[in-house]
T-cell receptor, first 115, second 110 residues
């Protein structure tokens, strides 16, 4: 099992450019999440998905879009990158609520710098 | 008020010491509780779940106090490799709501 994987690992963008971050999991988890982590701020939820074809907004969704076309993949898009989106992005996945005791599994992160 | 609050530390302890962290949560309906460990520039990794009766995993002991709404993590016989940031995580009755603390930094020194 690869667990949760993310591509790319690093990226530098110019303001206004667009990009897509890819997250993949092979644990057959129903739920998937995108977080950003900034110094001193902890993890903040951007968007999440409770199943294929469904997405929902988290705590800080502005400037991001997501899609979950396949159960194992969750894509995070930045349509017009801004310097405020410089951050480390973590994807995570977990089982559904009927396994409430299970935690989340995180990918290795994508370090994004917007100049 | 934050959903989950932790002392950011750092806690600087010598090898072999016992150290404890607490974390408080605001939602009394919270159902699941976890401790995660995050190394510098790495992803958070699940350290252990926290059960109402308390649970132990080797040198690590986690406890939950629902009445006072806090969870704790005790690390005995600290190792240099325990140096990391420890994140407290609370899952609410709304299944998709995980709340992360900002983390407590632990430095174990020789």
């Amino acid at each position: 099992n690869a667990g949760v994987t993310q591509t790319p690992k690093f990226r530098v963008l110019k303001t206004g450019q667009s990009m897509t971050l890819l997250c993949a999991q092979d644990m057959n988890h129903e739920y998937m999440y995108w977080y950003r982590q900034d110094p001193g701020m902890g993890l903040r939820l951007i968007h999440y998905s409770v199943g294929e074809g469904t997405t929902a907004k988290g705590e800080v969704p502005d400037g991001y879009n997501v899609s979950r076309l396949k159960k194992q993949n969750f894509l995070l898009g930045l349509e017009s990158a801004a310097p405020s989106q410089t951050s480390v992005y973590f994807c995570a996945s977990s089982y559904s609520s009927n396994r409430a005791a299970s935690g989340k599994f995180f990918g290795p992160g994508t370090r994004l710098t917007v100049l | 008020r934050k959903e989950v609050e932790q002392d950011p530390g750092p806690f600087n302890v010598p090898e072999g010491a016992t150290v404890a962290f607490n974390c408080t949560y605001s939602n009394s309906a919270s159902q699941s509780f976890f401790w995660y460990r995050q190394d510098c520039r790495k992803e958070p990794k699940l350290l252990m779940s926290v059960y109402s009766s308390g649970n132990e995993d080797g040198r690590f002991t986690a406890q939950l106090n629902r009445a006072s709404q806090y969870i704790s993590l005790l690390i005995r016989d600290s190792k240099l490799s325990d140096s990391a940031t420890y994140l407290c995580v609370v899952r609410s009755d709304n299944f998709n709501k995980f709340y992360f603390g900002s983390g407590t930094k632990l430095n174990v020194k020789p």
